[in-house]
């Protein structure tokens, strides 16, 4: 069954007087508590925050409901600085191939254009190496003396001569070997690679195949 209106108001009545009875209790005991305190510590009204000249013997005394509602100073935390954002570093690798006027490529990726017009150009990549650039610089074997030696078989390859038996004309023999495609394009042997046959190379030919 539903309670009426002043039902509800007496039961409020009751619980607001036991409640004040409680906080009469409490608050007794509060107060011995806090005025040995006072009295163990030597505290003054001034250091409680009280003026002793204006203020009567009953408000030098802390109530419950001013401590309560009295803020607690919390200290406030120092501001950490933010740790700076990681950034990435692209770590570029040592260079391995340079022409010696400022342009450099580490060996990986796409060639640069310097580079690719250099080998267009009938250039070797290994004339570019870095620490090996000595070595491309020495006078190189005829490629048709070489490929006409590794091809021959050891029955007709004659003993190799000294340098002094070595004649102009059986180097200009051993040099006549030449190279040229379907296209029309040729090459002697003598000097860099052109561009013709350095791209069916690299695209899986042999250079055997072009040998004439």
Known sequence: MAKTYEQIQQQIGKLQSKAKALHAVEAKGVIVRIKEAIQHYGLTAEQLGFDGAKSSTSSSIISPAATA??????????????????TKTTVQGKPQFSDGSGNSWGGRGPRPAWLREALQAGRDINEFRIGKRAK????????????AAATASPASTPAAPTRAAATPAATAKRAKVSYGDDAGHSWSGMGPKPGWLKAAIESGKALADFVK
């Open 136 to 147: 491309a610089k020495k006078v190189p074997v005829p490629l048709g003396a070489a490929i």
């Open 69 to 86: 509602s009295a803020p607690k100073q919390l200290p406030v935390p120092s501001a950490k600085p933010t740790p700076k954002a990681a």
